[in-house]
Structure formats: structure tokens, C-alpha cells
């Protein structure tokens, strides 16, 4: 577990009524959606029936040329996948999209989340005789909608049956022969939205900032628990149970990107909330605010209007430096660390500065960046966080890491975490106030690794893949 809080993944589809160069338009809605996982991507598209699919390890800009998005140039319908690991090992058989040949057709699925009851459900399909090629729990989604498949008189009936004998956060869209399919957890952890091309087909995308980028109009959420079923018939709408929603806060804090709305709440705005809301908590004297970036850029700024202290860029970040938590390695990530940010000297130095950042993991990374503040002249270093402390692992999508390594929960206080650091001080967001930043939505938020408190159940107790060391992939 590196010293940040890893992303989960990016769903991203595309539905025209004629074939035509679909694999584009999901490439492009892959980069916009880039900064929810970079250690691999993919494209599946369907012509006529039959499925074709490129992908790969690495960023999206890796996997794919003009040779590979060539020979997947004729389609009228299209998904793919930007993914960073959550569960299962890193390897070329987790990527997605996955693709599954059965009795009655072909089947190609892509997932964000995390299933809660995945090890059940694969023990129960391995006793039956099932092969698993790959470690994700998305082949267990798979492998559901193909069994009840065989039974259910349309593809949309098989993933209803599915989504009643699987439990977690997916925000997931499958493809069939002739059907362009999106469902979403009846709590709806993970974001996911429909949108429409100017030439009346359908965009599904994790995030509104990916269907902008193709052109296309935002048309709205879709619903915890929903169906959205696209078609030569056109579109509908199959709604099953509903929980009360609660998505992910990092969504707001971390996760989407600042130019997206999810649940009707920019997120842009949420951020500048973020920032203004720890200002009036907890305000220090100061000369400066900054933020790391770039993630802490944007809280910064909130709390530098909030509080009238000037904001300014403290740091440089070179540009061609991956996020540091995409290096597989601890040692590699913290050599990364090392040449991602350089200090602009004359906006710290013999000053007081208040430094933004989005969360604390570990506190490696946090300790790095106060040390190069001071040492290019910074007098003082007061660490605000924009989150609350991380306290309990997550088991929706988002790598937090155990217990034992959350530096919330190794010492007994804030002031004893600041001394580690080497922060004059150190203060976070409430839980109270990180649950105003959807600001302009009816859902509320999942608040687990704050809290302790999930919003389903979860068994402690489900296995591991025995053939696995960690969990570490989705």
C-alpha cells in the first residue's frame, strides 16, 4: 500500500444505431476517465454479433496506436476500461474488458467496484467445475449473467437475477450481441451516467467529464439498482431494489475528475467547499496557502478564500512523472517521490504556510513533502487535510490499506501524527463537514473508512484466493 489512496476503475460504452469507427470514441472517453486507474486499459467492440477486443498493461496512451484502434474500426457498439488494482493480481488476465463466449451468444463486461461476497460466489462456480482464468471479481459477475443466461429469456433478465445473488458496490456495463446494458448497485457506491451523441446514440460513462469529451450530452445519473437496457428498439429503464444511496466520499475528495458532476454536484465546487469548511475549523496563522498537487490545489484555494490568507503554488510537478502510486514497488515509488516535485523557493521561504493536501495513508509522503518545504526556507508547516482521518479499510473499490498501516490509527493523537510528519500542525476535515460536499444532491455518502460504519453488511470472513498473497487488483 503506497502512501495514497489508490483509485478504483473507469467504465466508459458507446451505442450507435450504424456501424462506424466506435473503438475512437471509447479511446477518447478512456483518456478523459485516465485518472481513475493507470495501470491498465482496454477496448471491446461488437460488429454484428461477434466481439473483438485489444487490450493491455499500461496507460491508455500505451496500449493503444493507430494500428491497434485500426482493426477495431467497424461497430455499432463499443465499451472499455481504465483500471488500477483492487483485488486480484496485477495481470494481463484481470484486464478488461472481460470477454466470455457461451451457449447463447458473447458476453463482454466491464466493472468498477468491489463485490463484498466474491470468494462465495467463485468457490460455489469452482465446485461446479468452473475455470478461472483471471483473479477480479468481475469474472465471478460474468460468470453469473452467463449461468443465469441459459435460463432467462433475454440478456437483461440474466444480469436482474445476477445483481440479487451479488453484493458490494459495481457500477458495471455488459455487452451483448445486440444490447448495450448498464447496471448499478442498489446502493450505488461507484458513479455512473448516460449521456447521448448528437447522432441519437447513447454514451454510458463513470463520469460526466468523459461524455464532454466526445461531444456528447449529459443526459442523467443512473439510478442504484437501475437497468439501463440500449437497443435497436431504443432505451429503457428497468428498475430493481434500491438501498439507500450512498456513494463513495472520495468521489467528492479525490476520485472524479474536478471538471465532472456526479449527483448533480460539481465537483469542482465540492472541493472549494472542502477547503472553506477546514478553514473555519481549524484556522491557523499563516503567510501562504498551498496545496500538493494536484489534488490538493483546488481544496487549497477554498481555504484560502475562506480564511483571506494568500494562496500561491508552492510546487512544481514535471508533468512526465506518472501518480507515484501506479509503481508497483515501494522503493520505486519512493525514488518517484523524489523527482515529482520541486519547491518554488521564494513562495515559501521565512514563511509561515499552510499546506492542502486531500488525505493522509501511511504519512511517508506527507513527512517528504513538509521536509522539502522546510528546507527550502519554509519557517513554519501547518498540514491541512481536506479528509478525514482513514481509520477502517474500505471494501468498495478503494485500496485503504489494513489497519496496522494507517498512520490515524498507529498513534493516539493528531498532535503525536504532526510530530511524526514534522508538521507544526496538523488538522483534518470532520466527518460531519465532508458529508456537506455533495452539496447539491439527494444521495448521502458511504463514510466507512472514516467510521467503521458500512452501509451493507460485510463478512469479515470470506476467503482469499489461495493462489493470491494479497489483494491488490480490480
Known sequence: MFDSIHEECGVFGVYENESTNLAQEVYLGLYALQHRGQEACGIAICDDGVIDCHKGVGLVSDVFDKEALKKLNHSNMAIGHVRYSTTGSNNINNVQPLVVKHLKG??????????????????????????????????DIAYSIVKERLTSKSIEEAIERTMSLIDGAYSCIAMSPSKLIAFRDPTGFRPLCLGQTSTGGYVISSESCAIDTIGAKFIREIKPGEIVVISKDGIKSIETKQNEHKICIFEYIYFAREDSIVENSSIYHSRLLAGALLSKEKPVEADVVIGVPDSGITAALGYSRESGIPFDYGFVKNKY????????????????????????????NGKRVILVDDSIVRGTTSARIVKLLKDNGAKEVHLRVSAPPFKYPCFFGTDIDSKENLIACKYDSIDEIAKVIGADSLAY??????????????CKCCDGCFSGVYPVEIDYNQKKNKFENKKNDK
Do not use: C, M, W
Open 106 to 139: 458473447n458476453l463482454a463486461l466491464v466493472h468498477n467496484g468491489n463485490l463484498t461476497n466474491a470468494s462465495s460466489i467463485r468457490e460455489k462456480f469452482e465446485l461446479e467445475g468452473a475455470i478461472f482464468h483471471g483473479s477480479s471479481d468481475t469474472e
Open 321 to 348: 512523472i506518472g501518480r507515484s502510486f501506479i509503481k508497483p514497488e515501494q522503493k520505486d515509488r519512493e525514488s518517484t517521490v523524489q523527482i515529482k516535485l520541486n519547491v518554488i523557493k521564494e513562495s515559501v
Open 429 to 442: 476535515l470532520s466527518v460531519e463537514n465532508a458529508h456537506k460536499l455533495p452539496y447539491n444532491s439527494k
